[in-house]
């Protein structure tokens, strides 16, 4: 079956640094891919998505490029802030019933 | 504003004292889910539903029920929790038609089974 599976965190980073949380997954056919960002308290929202290989979703100085030849869709973003601090969520949704499949989560802390 | 609301955010009850977490949405979306949130595992869908009057099981049902009697709404049934129940949770919704289509996702509601 479908699977997503994310780097483990936590990721410590110095701000101004250059992040890259991996993401790749196992799917039949075409899936969609997203990242969903998590703020400290919040719920869940989409920071990006990509519906197709080579597609490069971004958002808010984050990017991912949907690679189908590595089956992977790693976020980065050049230089990060403290109030990048969250937690990041890799999924996939590629079945009719339109269930998203995650990847556990990555949590990321930037310090000042 | 186009939202998904939970309710309640927190709840802490006891083993065997029946609960229900409502959420709505008002966007008109056909489709809501309800997932739980524990470390390390990620989001896990317990139960979906399509449109009024169609749900199905997710990857871990047991122990819930829903219901969808209206579009907007999408309730959580625990009819005896159990500590094993205790976990964030979150309600979403989107439109169907896609696999593109962005989830919609209400704030959480954190559950607390002694």
């Known amino acids: 079956g479908n699977s997503v599976t994310q780097m483990e965190g936590p990721v410590t980073l110095s701000e101004e640094a250059f992040l890259t949380i991996n993401c790749t997954y196992t799917?039949?056919?075409?899936?969609?891919l997203f990242w969903y960002v998590q703020y400290p308290g919040e719920g869940l929202q989409l920071l990006l998505k990509?519906?197709?290989a080579d597609d490069k979703g971004s958002n808010k100085g984050f990017e991912a490029t949907y690679r189908k030849e590595t089956t992977s869709f790693h976020l980065e973003k050049g230089s990060v802030q403290v109030s990048d601090s969250a937690v990041y969520f890799c999924?996939?949704?590629?079945?009719?019933?339109?269930?998203?499949?995650w990847g556990a989560g990555t949590k990321l802390i930037i310090k000042p | 504003e186009a939202q998904v609301t939970q309710n309640p955010r927190y709840l802490i009850t006891v083993t065997g004292k029946k609960l229900t977490v409502t959420c709505s949405q008002n966007?008109?979306?056909?489709?809501m889910s309800w997932y739980r949130q524990d470390p390390g595992l990620g989001l896990r869908q317990i139960y979906y539903?399509?449109?009024?009057?169609?749900?199905d099981k997710g990857d871990v049902p047991e122990g819930y029920k829903v219901s969808r009697k209206e579009k907007r709404n999408f309730p959580l049934i625990l009819e005896s929790p159990s500590p094993n129940q205790t976990s964030l949770y979150f309600c979403?919704?989107?439109?169907?038609?896609?696999?593109?289509?962005?989830?919609?996702f209400g704030p959480g509601t954190r559950l607390t089974v002694l």
């Open positions: 979403a919704s989107r439109l169907v038609g896609s696999a593109y289509n962005e989830q919609f």
């Open positions: 966007m008109n979306h056909e489709y």
């Open positions: 539903s399509m449109n009024v009057e169609v749900t």
């Open positions: 799917a039949t056919g075409y899936p969609s």
């Open positions: 990509a519906t197709k």
């Open positions: 999924a996939l949704s590629g079945d009719s019933n339109y269930q998203l499949i």
